[in-house]
């Protein structure tokens, strides 16, 4: 067994190519094993991404949301939640704030709120664009092909929208209005208008094998995208998964890992999510793939409002403790913070067209 999970690494490492029996040899491997497999990733973190770590300003400008996921805390039936929404002039100056602290790109990032007309949203991405120089990534789900065409040509260079299952009926519990199908189109629309796309999962939902974690790197290596977003699941007390178990920190580090392997060129983020359930996340998540962090520069008041998932860190800390602390993480591991945008090293993109 020791000889297949190597031969499996080796073949990963030199083809980025996987079938999902390997990917799930792979998911259940232990001990030394795991640490070459953290090794391989690492390696090829450093020779397709180089050693700088990318840094996105995230702000959470919305926590109304019209879905109800059954895992997340702005679910719409969460009526106890206080709701807030940002204009336009706090998002500009929020990421204003963010610009002298060395962010080049911000993330914006909602529930599903139809308060915010496309045409809002496309104004914000072009002030963002055109007044602060920044990258614009949305985060905002599901919405027509007029809206996400809309903000593309606004100036909107990744669109982040996380397919969280492709196990198709695990998919279809959790999202009781909403559909894989319909997902998956949206992903592969946004391909097709130009988007740097991001997609990802979650790693330890009730329900969830090791056979449905290796669907989901297929998926996002099929996909091809961008960025792709691997986090720990954690359940929220005002949901309904309120008591399942959360997900492992190894596992989550593993679905990274091999994701690497696969995707060389995809930007990896240490998550939020996994630094919240252990205290070293984040870094062990950098040294076993990943290369991009996501400081959440939304102002204090409104951080624990955006709870999709309870105890996240760096609640209190202001933007510049939060990007002086992870700038103090990033050079512990001997890695830099990134000067540019961090856009996809992919030709297309390499080239001036997002």
Known sequence: MQKEYNEIIEQATAEHKLEKDEIETLLSCEGSTLKLLFAAADRVRRTFMGDEVHLRGLIEFSNYCQRNCAYCGLRESHKSLPRYRLDTAEIVAIAGAAVPLGYKTVVLQSGEDSAYSAELIAVIACRLKEELG??????????????????????????????????VELYGALHPDMTWENRKKSLYLLRELGYQVGSGCMVGLPGQTLSSL????????????????????????????????????????????????????????????????????????????????????????????????????????????????????????????????????KEQFTLGLG
């Open 214 to 345: 290796a669907k989901d790197l297929l998926f996002l290596k099929e996909l091809d995208v961008e960025m792709a977003g691997i986090g720990p699941f954690i359940p929220n007390p005002n949901t309904p998964l309120a008591k399942a178990e959360r997900g492992s920190v190894e596992l989550t580090l593993k679905m990274i890992a091999i994701a690497r392997l696969l995707m060389p060129q995809a930007h990896l983020p240490a998550t939020t999510a996994l630094g919240s359930i252990d205290s070293k996340g984040r870094q062990k998540a950098l040294v076993a793939g990943a290369n991009v962090v996501m400081p959440n520069i939304t102002p204090n008041k409104y951080r624990r409002l955006y709870e999709i998932y309870p105890n996240k860190i760096c609640l209190d800390d202001n933007p510049a403790h939060c990007r002086n602390c992870i700038g103090g993480i990033i050079s512990s591991l001997g890695r830099t913070v990134a000067e540019g945008a961090g856009h996809s090293p």
């Open 134 to 167: 920044l990258a614009v990534t949305l985060s905002l789900g599901e919405r027509s092909e007029e809206d996400y065409r809309l903000w593309r040509n606004a100036g909107a260079d990744r669109y982040l929208l996380k397919h969280e299952t492709a196990d």
